[in-house]
Structures are given as C-alpha cells and as structure tokens.
C-alpha cells in the first residue's frame, strides 16, 4: 500500500463518514454530483467513494 499523509488519511475519514451518513439515509452507492447510482464494482474497490466514475473523471481532468 502506498503511503498515505496524515491529510490524505484525514480526507479518507471524511469520505468514510459521509458514506456511511449516506447508508443511514438510504442513499448509499448514490453519485454526490449527479444523483445516479455508482457501479457496485467501483464501489468494492473504493467503498467510500463519493462519486460515479463519470464525475470523478470529470473533475480530475
Ligand atoms: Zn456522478
């Protein structure tokens, strides 16, 4: 595993509570940006992520 700054870890955190936040709501697996579902597939590999594929390529390009 690579190695992570403390911030890195802080941000992981974040996601972590805001997705489990989003299980107790109902809407866990739920794109943050554009409201559609995320791949089951993605979220195996990154549980806490806050958004579909599409928009988190958007945002880093
Ligand atoms: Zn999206």
Do not use: T
């Not at 940006?33 to 599409?54: D, Q, S, T, Y």
Request: glycine letters at 6%; one cysteine or more; proline letters at 5%.
């Amino acid at each position: 595993m690579a190695q992570m700054s403390r911030q890195q870890l802080e941000i992981r955190l974040k996601q972590i509570d805001a997705s489990l936040a989003q299980w107790d709501a109902g809407n866990y697996g739920i794109c943050r940006h554009c409201k559609g579902p995320i791949r089951v597939e993605r979220l195996e590999i990154l549980p806490e992520a806050p958004f579909c594929m599409a928009c988190q390529e958007g945002f880093e390009s």
